[in-house]
């Protein structure tokens, strides 16, 4: 049987991270906000789009990250 294929959660815009609020093994909800963005003296959150299990956080708070840059990868649930 097929695993799931994972979700990758990208950024955006260049910005600063500013929080993670998700550990890998994290359960999430379609909607739930994984990190908080800054860009412009802007806060912008980064929410999922399917629920799922966290499978890598590949950003720390202090990181700066790029257009396209992926965040956060998630396997959706089934």
């Not at 959660?9 to 739930?32: D, F, H, M, Y």
């Not at 966290?54 to 396209?68: F, L, M, N, S, T």
Request: glycine residues 8%.
């Amino acid at each position: 049987m097929a695993r799931d294929p994972l979700i990758d959660i990208v950024s955006e815009l260049v910005a600063n991270v500013l929080a993670v609020s998700v550990t890998p093994g994290a359960r999430v909800a379609a909607g739930e906000e994984v990190a908080l963005l800054e860009s412009m003296k802007m806060e912008i959150p980064v929410i999922v789009e399917s629920g799922g299990v966290v499978e890598a956080v590949k950003v720390a708070p202090g990181d700066v990250v790029q257009d396209g840059d992926v965040l956060i990868t998630v396997r959706p649930s089934s």
